[in-house]
């Protein structure tokens, strides 16, 4: 279904939450809304294949429709064991729905609940898609410590979010390249301006040099942007010890 969540005028704006009615409309929502998003799938797939181990388990924390999970479950050991965690019911029934899909002798064990909660276990990869900007500042480190510890030397942690720049007049120019990437994608002043809205105080993002020594002070001593289009980055931590 296309995204014309924001295409009439709301009276009364809300803030943005993952309900039925994002859910519906999610895949066309976050491919005209997020750049590079398919590469960043391409990518945490080629990674999985390359550093998941056999008889462990991959996390997706924050899965929303599974597409990650998705993506890592055809490049995983049949011998692995998938995680994928949301707290939004309707996200999760519809990513049961696209899962049971595509057929694989991989399980799945999907979770609604929230994914501080969540242990971290005999882990080689976890995959954060642009969820922890939705996770108060101040629990963040507290996360990536407690997946640290979950995964197998040689794991991985790949974590993908939208950014910020310090500098205003770089902030200034990538936020306009992001806005003509929204128009080029047939969204109107209305919807992109009622979005921003919804999200304000809902999505917190963090800048890049904030990430990396997050994830260096959380225990990963080896970590960089692997992909970066625009505002909207992906980054890979590995535990080497």
């Not at 990437?181 to 109107?188: I, L, P």
Request: proline share 4%.
């Amino acid at each position: 279904m296309k995204d014309t969540l924001f295409a009439q005028p709301h009276e009364a704006l809300g803030s943005f939450q993952f309900n039925e009615s994002v859910a519906a409309v999610f895949p066309d929502m976050i491919q005209r809304s997020v750049p590079g998003y398919q590469t960043i799938l391409t990518g945490i797939g080629e990674l999985t294949a390359l550093y998941a181990q056999p008889d462990t388990q991959l996390y997706d924390l924050g899965c929303s429709l599974g597409a990650a999970t998705l993506t890592m479950r055809r490049q995983c050991p049949q011998t692995c064991r998938l995680v994928a965690i949301d707290n939004a019911p309707a996200m999760i029934e519809r990513a049961r729905t696209y899962l049971e899909g595509y057929h694989s002798q991989t399980p799945v064990e999907l979770v609604c609940g929230d994914v501080q909660d969540q242990s971290i276990e005999n882990a080689s990869v976890v995959v954060i898609n642009f969820t922890l900007q939705f996770i108060d500042p101040q629990d963040r480190l507290a996360l990536l410590k407690r997946i640290h510890a979950g995964l197998k030397p040689g794991g991985i942690l790949i974590l993908s979010e939208k950014i910020h720049f310090d500098q205003t007049p770089v902030q200034t120019a990538i936020e306009h390249l992001h806005l003509q990437f929204k128009r080029a994608n047939g969204y109107s002043e209305l919807e992109i301006g009622q979005k921003r809205n919804a999200l304000e105080d809902v999505l917190i993002s963090d800048s890049r040099a904030a990430h990396l020594a997050r994830l260096q002070e959380a225990g990963f001593e080896q970590a960089d942007t692997w992909f970066q289009a625009y505002n909207f980055a992906s980054f890979l931590a590995i535990k080497t010890a």
